[in-house]
């Protein structure tokens, strides 16, 4: 990694800071004090003395976490080898992306297994200087044919013990969250021993019921995957999947913020009716990053068209996950009408604190020194984790870091 900020302490200046936690909104101008890695004070105003750092636009934010990306710059995670992980971890900060959960999407059980396994293993040996790497998110196989969306329909089974045992056993250590449907036999004590296991449950791909979402809360899921999309929609007799994560404060719902997954006038409904209870997640797919052309999800070929944000698709036309990145995303929301404090929070310490990561996605003293500084168009200038600078990488100059 390039550009220490500090073996001791250094101090950064910024125009505005979000610290996305506690009262203060939006500090302008503000300053951090970060110290062995950790941000050691945070303070609004000017600073007392030179900054080490000085921001001279934008606005300084925590690290963005994602815990839904199934690919990044050309690469599928789930059949990636170790450097395939290691780019997409390494370029992810041009983003704003500091932390990350790699998922799965169908597939036939011994290749998740498999894939799982080699996931632990690479995890394990990647190199320093990238986002991290929370855990996997497995979405599927355990899922409804009715609400199948981009997943292969022949590789879907039920949660049966045995195939659930497979799936814990083999992601020992990595496996951090299961995205199922609530209604399938045997989901409701799948969730209870996922649980158990340490692993996080979401509700996705799914036909529930309210009441079917309601039981698997009580039963311990604590999300629903990718809000409005291959779910039972709110109807106002039936509030099917959507209208149970927007009540049940025991839910927090990721949302795709591309603005084609998911229209402005959607997003805003869904910030105003669970605040505090929004992650905003990319679903990247392997063409993110990348220029349009042919891909992979799920190891079958998804297609790129041309346009700005616009996601990919399969031959039939079936969205497949997208080519956002998280600090578009940001940008969407507040495009939306979402206020800056609110949309960073959705996109850092919302998704961190439901990764069981409170050290992560905050600007406060005591937490990781994850940075991300954008620029007035909210698009990403320079990323810190761990008080270290890894964009621009080490050799690139930032032009606009003052010092």
């Known amino acids: 990694m390039g550009d220490p900020l500090s073996s001791s302490s250094t101090l950064i200046s910024a125009p505005r800071i979000v610290p996305a936690v506690g009262p203060a909104q939006i500090l302008a101008p503000g300053y951090l004090v970060i110290r062995d890695g950790h941000i050691h004070e945070l303070r609004q105003g000017r600073p ?3 900054p080490d750092r000085e921001l001279t636009d934008g606005v300084l934010l925590p690290g963005l976490v994602d815990l839904q990306v199934n690919g990044y710059f050309g690469e599928e ?13 390494r370029r992810l900060p041009q983003t704003g992306t500091t932390a990350f959960l790699p998922t799965f999407i169908t597939a036939r059980l011994g290749d998740l297994t498999a894939a799982l396994r080699a996931a632990a293993t690479i995890v394990a040996e990647l190199p320093d200087g990238g986002a991290r790497v929370l855990g996997v998110h497995q979405e599927g196989p355990f899922i409804s044919s009715q609400r199948s969306g981009a997943h292969h329909q022949a590789w879907i089974i039920p949660p049966s ?16 969250l299961v995205t199922l449907a609530p209604e399938l036999h045997g989901a409701l004590a799948a969730i209870e021993r996922f649980r158990q296991a340490g692993v996080l449950v979401s509700v996705g791909h799914s036909d529930a019921t309210a009441q079917q979402v309601a039981a698997a809360a009580s039963a311990g899921a604590v999300m629903v995957t990718h809000l409005y999309d291959a779910q039972r929609p709110l109807h106002h007799r039936e509030p099917g999947v959507v209208g149970q994560a927007l009540t049940d404060v025991r839910l927090t719902s990721g949302l795709i913020a591309d603005l084609h997954h998911v229209c402005a006038q959607a997003a805003v409904i869904a910030f105003a009716a669970a605040p505090g209870r929004i992650a905003l997640v990319t679903d990247a797919a392997a063409c993110a990053g990348m220029p349009p052309g042919r891909y992979l999800l799920g190891g079958e070929p998804i297609e790129l068209p041309p346009g700005d944000g616009v996601p990919p698709v399969r031959a039939d036309g079936t969205l497949a996950g997208s080519a956002l990145r998280m600090d578009t995303g940001v940008a969407n929301m507040v495009a939306a009408g979402i206020a800056l ?15 069981g990561r409170p050290d992560l996605g905050r600007i406060a003293p005591g937490a990781a020194a994850d ?7 909210l698009r990403t200038k320079a990323t810190w984790i761990g008080g270290e600078r890894v964009y621009p990488p080490a050799g690139e100059r930032s032009p606009r870091l003052a010092r």
């Open 341 to 355: 404090p609110d949309a960073v929070a959705a996109a850092s310490r919302i998704p961190a604190d439901l990764a």
């Open 371 to 377: 940075l991300a500084w954008l620029g007035d168009d």
């Open 77 to 89: 995670l789930m059949t990636a080898g170790p450097d395939g992980w290691a780019a997409v971890a």
């Open 48 to 50: 007392p003395r030179a």
């Open 161 to 176: 013990p045995a195939a659930v045992e497979e799936l814990i056993t083999a992601g020992a250590g990595v496996l951090r």
